[in-house]
């Protein structure tokens, strides 16, 4: 049989083209909105990546959790990241076994209790540095992806981060990158400050901030910052803008504890129980079929605080901050 150069050729392309999406993929290097209507072939490069992780270690919990039906609100964004694998391109950091799983709950919510639409979310795996620098805009410029998709006065903002936080030399506070050094946080490390910042920036009606990350330096997997770095460095966590809320899995100085089995952040599991409608119930609520942010902090102390010292005995406090006012 003949060898058609043409055929060959195309199929050459297909091939390379399904091998480097596998291959960003799985290196951490994907950045792309969250459509569940991908092509079969996008699917299954997705699959093959999660199962390899998942042999790592990294959790696969699936939350079940029913939201009420929430109309559509064709103007709000999100970004939703899960910064898992630090050991494909970071240095001496370790991994954050529950993140995909997080990611992949907090984008069920952002699309059924927020009524985001699939294509208004930017959804970030592993995310880089350079790859946060797009998305949120620098220090010089804050006019990233986030700014170019909002509508001026419109658009409701929710950042959700699951990965690694850790203070700099001078304790200030840093999301940590996927490609981050653990030697030199403060150099390759997205400030928190910047990030409030450039979002206070937007012309959004409103911004929402979630973060399942703790600053301390320390994890369930072990120390974030270089293991030379002796002399314990209280992060100092920036003041949030006027115009933004902002909720956490801890105070400044404590770890954000996994499930024992490390299929979900404690925070996000218990954060999403709360606004799916448990937090309205019971001792925590009013009753009237909404949720408020009172009512958060009443439920997640009774569960997430509880649990945190039950099954580790740490203190675990999440921090709510509405218009740079605490509520925790």
């Known amino acids: ?36 209507g991908a092509s079969p072939a996008r699917r299954m490069v997705k699959n093959l990546g999660r199962k390899m992780k998942s042999k790592r270690g990294f959790g696969r919990g699936k939350l079940k959790i029913a939201y009420p039906p ?8 999100a970004v939703i990241i899960g910064n898992g694998d630090y050991g494909q391109f970071g ?18 919510y952002a699309i059924e209790g927020l009524g985001v639409r699939e294509g208004n979310i930017i959804f970030m795996r592993d995310a880089t540095g350079a790859q946060m620098v797009r998305v949120f805009g620098s220090e010089r410029d804050a006019h990233g992806q986030l700014f170019d998709w909002v509508r001026p006065g419109r658009s409701r903002v929710y950042v959700y981060y699951s990965g690694h936080g850790a203070p700099g ?18 150099l390759n490390g997205f400030p928190l400050s910047q990030l409030y910042t450039n979002l206070s920036k937007l012309p959004a009606s409103h911004v929402t901030v979630v973060l399942e990350a703790c600053f301390s330096g320390t994890s369930q997997q072990g120390s974030v910052i270089a293991k030379s770095s002796a002399i314990y460095v209280r992060p100092k966590i920036p003041e949030v803008p006027t115009n933004m809320t902002v909720i956490s899995a801890g105070a400044a100085d404590q770890v954000a504890s996994w499930e024992e089995d490390n299929s979900n952040g404690l925070f996000t599991k218990y954060y999403l129980k709360a606004v799916s409608g448990e937090a309205d119930t019971g001792s925590y609520g009013n009753h009237d079929g909404h949720v408020e942010l009172a009512e958060i902090k009443a439920y997640l102390k009774d569960t997430l605080t509880y649990f945190a010292r039950r099954h580790y005995g740490r203190d675990q406090n999440p921090q709510i901050v509405l218009g740079g006012r605490a509520m925790f």
């Open 1 to 36: 049989m003949d060898f058609n150069p043409i055929i060959g050729d195309a199929v050459s392309l297909a091939i390379g083209k399904i091998v480097d999406e596998w291959t960003r993929e799985v290196g951490g290097m994907e950045e792309d909105r969250y459509a569940m």
């Open 70 to 77: 929430t109309p559509e609100q064709p103007d709000d964004i």
């Open 91 to 108: 240095v001496d950091i370790p991994d954050v076994l529950p993140a995909y799983a997080d990611m992949d709950a907090f984008a069920q």
């Open 169 to 186: 030399r001078s304790g200030s506070a840093y999301l940590v990158p996927s490609d981050a050094d653990a030697a030199r946080i403060e």
